[in-house]
């Protein structure tokens, strides 16, 4: 089993940043491929960003130059540091092991974190 912790969500101002972090416990070997998925109410769960374990990322049309995915195999902790946020970006943010990244995007696996909220006001 992973067990997966995420922290940093908050309310911030549009325009404003804050960095999630998510750390991984438990059966790290099988801890390649990461992800942020969110899911902001009525809508489904999508990915936002997806990294490997070599560096490689992916982000969704909507996030890119904006979020930046990155991590620290030392501490096994993926991040997600956010800018320019928008009143769009409020959602749950949920990370994600287990899956893999494609030249197409990410499939999920089946380590879930709990999720943080992210709320921003206009």
């Known amino acids: 089993q992973v067990q997966l912790v995420e922290s940093g969500g908050g309310l911030v101002q549009a325009g404003g940043s804050l960095r999630l972090s998510c750390a991984a416990s438990?059966?790290?070997?099988?801890?390649?491929?990461m992800a942020w998925f969110r899911q902001a109410p009525g809508k489904q769960r999508e990915l936002v960003a997806a990294?490997?374990?070599?560096?490689?990322?992916n982000y969704a049309d909507s996030v890119k130059g904006r979020f930046t995915i990155s991590r620290d195999n030392t501490k096994n902790t993926v991040y997600l540091q956010m800018n320019s946020l928008k009143p769009d970006d409020i959602a749950v943010y949920y990370c994600n092991s287990g899956g893999g990244l494609y030249s197409g995007g990410y499939y999920p696996g089946r380590y879930w974190g709990q999720g943080t909220q992210v709320t921003v006001s206009s």
């Open positions: 438990g059966r790290i070997f099988s801890v390649n491929d």
């Open positions: 990294i490997t374990r070599g560096g490689s990322t």
